[in-house]
């Protein structure tokens, strides 16, 4: 059955409909003269930055000592150029939104400065996420090697992302941190705010679910299996009943802690204190010593080895 052309008719109308919504209901849209940051141009800077910081495993084959320095520069150009823009109008849509500034001052002066202040931390960065790297491969008897990790572990893919967002949260820029673990958290599971404080040698073994909040500090050689919630206890509201915002909601990690699969943590005054052990799917919300161990008390297992044809009288496969 052909399509009937007349209901096309009906179109203009509905579009009348919705455009008459973006002025009712315009807290969902973006109108206007002042662009947000570009998504896809911000995933575009998370794929170049990830191509200098393991050259040889992304995108370009070939790489040597005398060429490198080639692709490198030609990556740090357009990065600078990518991100002077994207953090100008993150900057200025903050500055708007809040009207904190009399004037309009150069915001693509300000995104410029910005970028270089991050794209100077990369050099120390590459050394952390190296001993990422080596926590993973210490960590996990199943890894080969470390090009294995590179290669194929969400949770290095997830901190990585994170790592370079959070030193973008650091020099005080706007929502492109939050798109940058967003979207690394659709591809591996792992949901790291980019405001979390994370120590060196950090590894999330398999990685899916694992929740790791604003406020939580994590020290060092710190080990997170799947599943993990490091969250906040409750929200403090105020006398309007609105969410405060700026404390400290989630707990703090000392270092050489491991926490296993499913084991929840929360509150901002909770501290795991360090090496300590967390065993699997344990609820904590108060602090607990150095050196550690909470388990929850050990289940009893129940297993019927009845011959078949005896249990047909209690079997009931209804859902």
């Keep these: ?141 199943a890894v080969r090697g470390l090009d294995e990790v590179i290669f194929c572990y969400p949770g290095l893919e997830a901190i990585t992302v994170y790592r370079l967002a959070h030193i973008l949260y650091q020099l005080e820029i706007p929502l492109i941190p939050r798109m940058m673990t967003e979207w690394a958290h659709s591809k591996t599971g792992i949901d790291i705010h980019p405001g979390a404080t994370i120590g060196k040698h950090f590894f999330i073994d398999h990685g899916t679910g694992v929740v790791i909040g604003e406020t939580c500090e994590i020290g060092q050689h710190v080990k997170l299996y799947q599943g993990v919630t490091l969250g906040a206890l409750s929200f403090q509201t105020d006398t309007d009943g609105n969410l405060v915002r700026g404390t400290k909601r989630h707990p703090t990690i000392e270092d050489h802690v491991v926490i296993y699969a499913n084991a929840t943590v929360l509150g901002g005054m909770t501290i795991v204190g360090h090496d300590s052990v967390i065993g699997s799917s344990v609820w904590l919300t108060r602090s607990v010593a150095p050196h550690s161990t909470v388990v929850l008390e050990k289940p009893k297992l129940r297993i019927r080895a009845e011959n078949i044809e005896d249990m047909q009288g209690d079997l009931n496969y209804q859902i």
Aim: aromatic share 6%.
């Design 1 to 141: 059955m052909a399509s009937d052309l007349r209901r096309k008719e009906e179109l203009p109308e509905l579009t009348k409909r919705i455009v008459d919504t973006y002025s009712v209901v315009g807290s969902i849209n973006h109108l206007g003269h002042c662009p947000l940051p570009n998504y896809d141009v911000v995933i575009e800077i998370i794929e170049d930055l990830k191509e200098i910081i393991y050259p040889g495993y992304r995108r370009r084959e070939g790489l040597h000592l005398g060429n490198v320095t080639y692709h490198v520069g030609d990556l740090i150009d357009g990065l600078h150029d990518k991100l002077t823009t994207q953090i100008g109008r993150a900057l200025r849509h903050e500055a708007r939104r809040d009207n904190t500034f009399d004037c309009d001052p150069d915001f693509e002066a300000l995104g410029q400065t910005k970028a270089i202040e991050f794209l100077e931390l990369i050099p120390d960065l590459r050394q952390t996420l190296a001993l990422d790297v080596q926590a993973a491969f210490d960590g996990d008897p």
